[in-house]
Structure formats: C-alpha cells, structure tokens
Antibody
C-alpha cells in the first residue's frame, strides 16, 4: 500500500526558509524510474508544480520560483524534502508531495503552510 | 511555458448526463496529458494518464481523448460521487503545467 505524508512548520514569517518533509511507504526512491514531486495549491486556487526528484537523483525545478527551491531525498529513510528560501505571503498554500511512477499517481494529504508576519 | 486553457470553469449537470471537460494546450503536447479529480478537502486523484489510459481502480465511465493541443475528459453517466473539481496536467515539457480547473456540480 502506497502512502505519503507531508510535514512542515505550519506558519512562518516572510524571508524565512520553508522546510517540508515527505515521508512515504510502499515504494522506494531507489527503484529504477521512481520519483517524487512537490505541488502546491493556494486556498481556493489551482495547482502549481514545484519540483521533481528521481531515483537517480536527477532534479527538476519550476523556473518561476527563480532558484529558491531545493529538492532532496533520503532513500534509506523513505523521505523526500523541499526547501523554499525567502518566503513571502504568496507562498501561503497547501503543499503536496506525490509519487511519480505513472505520473503523479499517489498523493499525500497535503500540509498547510501560512506565511505571515 | 505551455499554457493549459481548461473549460468550462464551472459545470452543472444532472445524474446520468454525459459530461465533457476540455483542455487546450498552447502548443502540441503529444498526448502527455493527465486528468485529476479533487474532491473538497482532499488531495487530487489521478483518473486518466497519457490522454486515454484509465488509472487502476477508476470507474469505466471516465474516459479521455485528444491529440495535438486539444484534449477531453468525458464522464459517460454522471454519478453523485463525481462532484469534484477536475484538473488537467501536461507533462510534455517542463515546467509541468495544470489547467485552472473545472468545478462539477449536480443540478
């Protein structure tokens, strides 16, 4: 059974760094062809792809976030991570991680992040 | 970036109706188009991948079609549990981009 669960700080202040963790089970990020992606959704709005990381440590980022993103993984502990530097109120959203075997085929429940002073 | 124009934004239909939702890409995406269903307060769920492939466990009333820049999700007979927002996603080229969503309600 594939499950993913996101965790994060809940609330943080502008200019801080947002650190998110995706803890998963039922698959391994060391398996050929496997990946994990991060997607976010501001309340009441659409979805925005942020980054993907693959079994071979290949990484891809949405250039709209201008080098603020860093994605990484810990294969032995079945975790993936996303950092977003210099956050502002526009980064307030629900953040999802999703497995990529057949596209985004399994998603976590999402974690709400609020950026507020 | 490839822009995905999804229509309609809102759709109200009766149980048993045939429903279609459309996504138009700003350039050819070579059938690299997925459809997702998001029920209120839940994470998105993959329905259709690569234009017309039904994800495991998804009812056969859902189907997808299209090519080039134009793609369609069809629900052949709308059921009450299909109330949700539907999104398309192109994964032909990075950055991956989603449609703006179609909110489907029962009339």
């Amino acid at each position: 059974q594939v499950t993913l669960k996101e965790s994060g700080p809940g609330i943080l202040q502008p200019s801080q760094t947002l650190s998110l963790t995706c803890t998963f089970s039922g698959f391994s990020l060391s398996t050929y062809g496997m990946g994990v992606g991060w997607i976010r959704q501001p309340s009441g709005k659409g979805l925005e792809w942020l980054a993907n990381i693959w079994w071979d440590d290949d990484k891809y980022y949405n250039p709209s976030l201008k080098n603020r993103l860093t994605i990484s993984k810990d294969t032995s502990n079945n975790q993936a991570f996303l950092k977003i530097t210099n956050v502002d109120t526009a980064d307030t959203a629900t953040y999802y991680c999703a497995r990529i075997e057949r596209d985004f085929d399994y998603w976590g429940q999402g974690v709400m992040v609020t950026v507020s002073s | 970036d490839i822009q995905m124009t999804q229509s309609p934004s809102f759709l109200s239909a009766s149980v048993g109706d045939r429903v279609t939702i459309n996504c138009k890409a700003s350039q050819n995406i070579n059938k690299y188009l997925d459809w997702y269903q998001q029920k209120h307060g839940e994470a998105p769920k993959l329905l259709i991948y690569n234009t017309n492939n039904l994800q495991t466990g998804i009812p056969s009333r859902f189907s997808g079609s299209g090519s080039g820049t134009d793609y369609t999700l069809t629900i052949s007979s709308l059921q009450p549990e299909d109330v949700a927002t539907y999104f398309c996603l192109q994964h032909s080229s990075r950055p991956l981009t989603f449609g703006s969503g179609t909110k489907l309600e029962i009339k």
